[in-house]
Every structure is written in structure tokens, then in C-alpha cells.
Nanobody, 123 residues
Framework: QVQLVESEGGLVQAGGSLRLSCAAS????????MGWFRQAPGKAREFVSV????????DYADSVKGRFTISRDNTKSTAYLQMNSLKPEDTAVYFC????????????????WGQGTQVTVSS
């Protein structure tokens, strides 16, 4: 089992920045690919970003590419999502998730999930 705990999100103005963290415990963190997903009210959960186990491979949704940066520190068993130039359409509950094997955009392949954290971007 892997337990994932996201940091508190928050309210930020459009154009602002916010960094989310996801602390893992229970298993060897470096064995897991880490992903970030989000779910806006009334919408399906969507892929945001993913990072490989070693941190050398990343992937981003087109909607966040160039604004968000995913990273990880395997010595601290923590993944991060740096969000810059935030837009009102980024408002959602953000989830981190962990999976074995390779990176994927498909949420159903992730076995472990955090509780989610609310990010609200005001216009």
C-alpha cells in the first residue's frame, strides 16, 4: 500500500502561482510513477501531468503545458506540481496518484490516490 497526502491548495488570483506537493509513505517511492489529475465541478477527472520513476520523463496535458511543472524528490518521497500563470479554468480538485510500470495519462491505471486538494483561481 502507498499512502498519498496532498498539500493544502488554496485561492489564488488569475496569473498567480501555487505549488502542490504530494507526500508518499508505505512503499519505496522511487518504484512508482507519479501523476497529477484534476476534477472540476460537473466534469470528469482529467489528466494534468505525469513524471517517471527517476524523474527524467514528464508529460503534460496541452491545457497546462508551458505553465505547470511536475517534479519529484525521491529522497523526500514527495512529488510536486508547480502551477504558474493560473487561469480560472484551472479551478478544480487536484489529485496525486501513483502507479507501477510506465507513465500513463489513464487514471484507471493508477492504484493509489491522494484525498484531493481544492485549487480555486479567481478572475
Amino acid at each position: 500500500q502507498v499512502q498519498l497526502v496532498e498539500s493544502e491548495g488554496g485561492l489564488v488570483q488569475a496569473g498567480g502561482s501555487l505549488r502542490l506537493s504530494c507526500a508518499a509513505s508505505g512503499r519505496i517511492f522511487s518504484n512508482y510513477v507519479m501523476g497529477w489529475f484534476r476534477q472540476a465541478p460537473g466534469k470528469a477527472r482529467e489528466f494534468v501531468s505525469v513524471i517517471s520513476r527517476g524523474g527524467d520523463g514528464t508529460d503534460y496535458a496541452d491545457s497546462v503545458k508551458g505553465r505547470f511543472t511536475i517534479s519529484r524528490d525521491n529522497t523526500k518521497s514527495t512529488a510536486y506540481l508547480q502551477m504558474n500563470s493560473l487561469k480560472p479554468e484551472d479551478t478544480a480538485v487536484y489529485f496525486c496518484a501513483a502507479k507501477n510500470a510506465g507513465p500513463s495519462r489513464n487514471d484507471y491505471l493508477y492504484a493509489y490516490w491522494g484525498q484531493g486538494t481544492q485549487v480555486t483561481v479567481s478572475s
